[in-house]
């Protein structure tokens, strides 16, 4: 869970009172993804408390849901090959007047993009804390893409862009670990956790009415994938997962809850599989609950949000040995963690979960009582804390 910041009794020499917080994202609503969900709630969170928050961002005409906080348009464009995605540019004099008008208490950047590096800049014209929160490793996209070479340049890029700042949040102490080791970052950073909403997902949810529809049997085991239809997912690792299982003749059927641009390609690599395309809410919900495990083997999380809400839902989890899924997922206890690339081990971790119900149960009975320890309002409570003391430092 996050570290538990000490909340001071004042700024400077003034009672405690509501933050004026700017933050910056990449993606704030224009897309669905669990970085910006995390920063939804957060600022969400902030509001309840009674602080004010703007945030600047790429926007779309139809964005994926309604922002928390007041959402500025920032100029971007649309990334090439990845179009639903965009790139925030530098701020133009107009944003800069008006956050200067809006005089924030701190700054908090989400995304090393152009926009974010002239809010680091402004920030310190300012003579307020600036701080960052890395929520994926972005830079190992690339190998998916063919364009390992480029990694190199932009891992130089993401160290400059981390040097200075007065804190920077990562999801799990082992993340922080890792990008301390890989240069990325040089001071030891705080925590800024991830919470479950566990009132939504729940072993309630489960449906047999809903298996049914897609002609599910009582008794047949489902493997769960949630997430984007994206490469970096791990998709083919899926793909050869399951196809193994099937020339063994384990039965088995995958469930696939997502929607994105390489949905085409992998379903044509599992073509027995059912595709439930985008869902949310208590919809979601249901699909977690009413599958009997969660497959997830990306590498590139720094915090396996799909880990927690399939465990909040009473399932048992087979995951790649990443540091966003080693936080959670504890090996042989409440689900199995595999070495990336290790496809027959995927497949026998698979096997053992889909012949052995009561395997499932007792592991998916542990990841939901590990779960109920991730409540937002304490995470998040952290981070205000944290912005407070470091206002309150740069006040002395």
């Known amino acids: 869970m996050a570290t538990a910041f000490k909340m001071p009794e004042a700024i400077g020499s003034e009672p405690a009172r509501p933050l004026r917080v700017a933050l910056f994202s990449g993606n704030y609503n224009y897309v669905r993804d669990g970085a910006n969900q995390a920063l939804n709630r957060l600022v969400a969170f902030l509001e309840r408390e009674g602080c004010t928050v703007r945030v600047y961002s790429p926007t779309s005409d139809t964005p994926a849901f309604e922002p928390a906080g007041t959402l500025v348009s920032v100029p971007s464009f649309a990334i090439p090959g990845r179009g639903e995605y965009r790139l925030a540019l530098g701020l133009p004099d107009r944003l800069?007047?008006?956050?200067?008008?809006?005089?924030?208490?701190?700054?908090?950047?989400?995304?090393?993009?152009?926009?974010a590096h002239a809010a680091k800049k402004l920030a310190r014209s300012l003579g307020v804390p600036v701080v960052a929160s890395i929520h994926t490793r972005f830079e190992t996209y690339l190998e998916y893409y063919g364009l390992g070479f480029v990694r190199p340049g932009i891992e130089a890029l993401l160290r400059r862009f981390y040097a200075g700042l007065d804190e920077i949040f990562v999801t799990t102490p082992g993340f922080g670990t890792m990008m301390r080791e890989a240069g990325i970052i040089a001071a030891e950073p705080a925590v800024w956790s991830r919470g479950v909403d566990k009132t939504r997902f729940t072993p309630a949810r489960r449906s047999p009415e809903w298996r049914w529809s897609f002609g599910i049997g009582d008794t047949e085991a489902v493997i769960g994938f949630v997430g984007r239809l994206v490469l970096e997912k791990g998709l083919d690792t899926v793909a050869a997962a399951v196809n193994q299982l099937k020339q063994r003749g384990i039965p088995h059927r995958l469930l696939v809850v997502g929607e994105g641009p390489a949905r085409e390609r992998f379903q044509a690599q599992v073509p027995d599989a059912i595709f439930t395309g985008f869902l949310d809410g208590t919809n979601l919900a249901r699909a977690y609950a009413s599958a009997d495990l969660l497959l997830n083997p990306s590498t590139?999380?720094?915090?396996?949000?799909?880990?927690?809400?399939?465990?909040?839902?009473?399932?048992?989890?087979?995951?790649?040995?990443?540091?966003?899924?080693?936080?959670?997922?504890?090996?042989?206890?409440?689900?199995?963690?595999?070495?990336?690339?290790?496809?027959?081990?995927?497949?026998?971790?698979?096997?053992?979960?889909?012949?052995?119900?009561?395997?499932?149960?007792?592991?998916?009975?542990?990841?939901?009582?590990?779960?109920?320890?991730?409540?937002?309002?304490?995470?998040?409570?952290?981070?205000?804390?944290?912005?407070?003391?470091?206002?309150?430092?740069?006040?002395?």
């Not at 800069?96 to 926009?115: Q, T, Y």
């Open 300 to 396: 590139t999380e720094t915090f396996g949000n799909i880990n927690l809400e399939a465990m909040a839902s009473g399932i048992p989890v087979v995951a790649a040995r990443a540091s966003g899924n080693e936080c959670l997922v504890s090996d042989g206890r409440t689900g199995a963690l595999i070495t990336p690339g290790d496809i027959t081990a995927y497949a026998d971790a698979l096997a053992r979960y889909c012949t052995d119900p009561q395997l499932r149960a007792a592991h998916g009975q542990a990841g939901l009582a590990a779960a109920q320890a991730f409540d937002w309002d304490v995470i998040n409570g952290a981070v205000l804390s944290r912005y407070r003391e470091l206002i309150a430092a740069n006040h002395k």
């Open 96 to 115: 800069k007047r008006e956050i200067r008008d809006f005089a924030p208490d701190i700054i908090h950047l989400s995304a090393p993009d152009p926009a």
